[in-house]
């Protein structure tokens, strides 16, 4: 019998790109709340509690809600809100954070799924803290432009109603107080909040981060080579992820580095630059908000917890 999938919350941002990734998939029944029972809290419970595994697009409350109304042992769930990111009994679904995170992943009852901003920081930082290359309280500044569909329907209404006249970068979260500093403080394995400085682009999709470290105050300190070598054995040992590697190049500009580059796709591209002199080093991560950002990690992670390939 092939496994029962319902996403709660379908018809949302990220929901929508899961059941177009979903669409073609003959190994999986999707199971939907009928349109004229959409609004009933009875007809979630009901399909929640059929589901083997539930996928949850929803603002936080609501996904809090979702997972109180599961009253069987045998529901699985992804959640795609910032609910639970850092919930206890609750795995994190970045499949390449660690060796052993596809196995976590694949036996988790309750996954959190992650939030787009984190994952490239995390992807950056994490293999240099875990290996001693930087410490837990260095502190951390996040750059980075993500397209407007990452602020959700309100956002992708407003920019496509201003056309050109939307602001090309939009700085925010001034108030230092983002949702996603939780998270990526907690999988980075930072002791200290790093600062974060998003900006939203006139571009639909994708995203670039930016990690930039001054390296000088530590008492050894890494080579870009050293950093590079780091991130680059981390994710070799990875089994079947989808982050990718640049090669370690003095480069004052790299093409690739596009925030629409890997758009409609689940693929991470990491690089690091480097001036050893300066001790300083940059580290970037590519990716699509959309995919590896929201709805392609959770249909990877989905893949991982039944047990096929992604």
């Known amino acids: 019998m092939k496994p029962k999938i319902f996403i709660d919350g379908e018809h949302g941002t990220t929901g929508l790109q899961i059941r177009t990734l979903l669409a073609e998939r003959q190994d999986l029944d999707i199971i939907s709340v009928p349109v004229e029972r959409r609004k009933e809290k009875a007809a979630r419970a009901e399909f929640l509690n059929a589901a083997d595994i539930a996928i949850l697009c929803l603002p936080d409350d609501a996904a809090r809600e979702s997972v109180s109304l599961i009253e069987n042992d045998t529901t699985r769930v992804i959640d795609a809100s910032t609910a639970h990111r850092v919930a206890e009994g609750w795995e994190y ?39 001693g290359l930087l410490p837990a309280d260095f502190p951390i500044t996040i750059n980075g432009i993500t397209g407007y569909s990452g602020g959700g329907r309100t956002m992708i209404e407003d920019y496509v109603a201003k056309g050109e006249s939307a602001s090309e970068f939009l700085p925010y979260g001034l108030t230092l107080e983002h949702k996603h500093v939780p998270e990526i403080k907690t999988y980075a394995g930072l002791s200290h909040d790093p600062i974060m400085q998003p900006a939203v682009g006139n571009f639909a999709q994708g995203m670039v981060t930016v990690v930039p470290l001054q390296l000088g105050a530590l008492d050894y300190v890494p080579t870009g ?86």
């Open 93 to 131: 679904g970045f499949a390449e954070m660690d060796k052993d995170q596809p196995a976590r992943i694949a036996s988790a009852k309750r996954l959190a799924n992650p939030g787009c901003w984190p994952q490239g920081p995390i992807a950056t930082l994490r293999p240099l803290v875990s290996g």
């Open 225 to 310: 080579a050293d950093l590079h070598a780091a991130i680059a054995d981390h994710f070799a040992a990875i089994d079947g992820g989808v982050v990718e590697v640049a090669p370690f190049q003095q480069l004052e500009r790299a093409p690739d580095i596009d925030p629409e580059r890997y758009n409609g796709t689940n693929r991470m591209k990491v690089h690091v630059f480097a001036n050893d002199n300066r001790a300083q080093a940059l580290l970037i991560a590519v990716y699509d908000n959309l995919g590896k950002g929201a709805s392609g990690a959770a249909v990877q992670n989905l893949d991982l917890m039944l047990g096929l390939k992604h």
